[in-house]
């Protein structure tokens, strides 16, 4: 059974820092891409960061890039999202994701498989 469980959220202020980690199991993800999406309150789910470990391919949303950084620790088989100069408007519940074997990098939530349940971040002004 293929989990994805994501921790590490909380409340910060602004300006602050957070690491989002996201524990994989169930199946090998090693030839993945992998993703964190964020979904604040009264909106759709945003494309956050992915990363292509095959393809050495990393995107950002143009709203974080500069401030957070994905990357994957294998032996864990933990997904990071180290988010910096956090914002008010970062405030969210964010999700990692995974895709099926050898698929494209991409920014759009149905091209990925696996879902975790979500971790709530807070960012106070």
């Known amino acids: 059974q293929v989990q994805l469980v994501e921790s590490g959220g909380g409340l910060v202020q602004a300006g602050g820092s957070l690491r989002l980690s996201c524990v994989f199991s169930?199946?090998?993800?090693?030839?993945?891409?992998m993703a964190w999406f964020r979904q604040a309150p009264g909106k759709e789910r945003e494309f956050v960061a992915t990363k292509s470990w095959i393809a050495r391919v990393t995107k950002y949303a143009d709203s974080v890039r500069g401030r957070f950084t994905i990357s994957r620790d294998n032996a864990k088989n933990t997904l990071y999202l180290q988010m910096n100069s956090l914002k008010p408007e970062d405030t969210a519940v964010y999700y990692c994701a995974a895709s099926q074997p050898l698929a494209p990098i991409a920014t759009m939530s149905p091209s990925y498989e696996y879902w975790g349940q979500g971790t709530q971040v807070t960012v106070s002004s």
């Open positions: 169930g199946r090998t993800f090693s030839n993945a891409v």
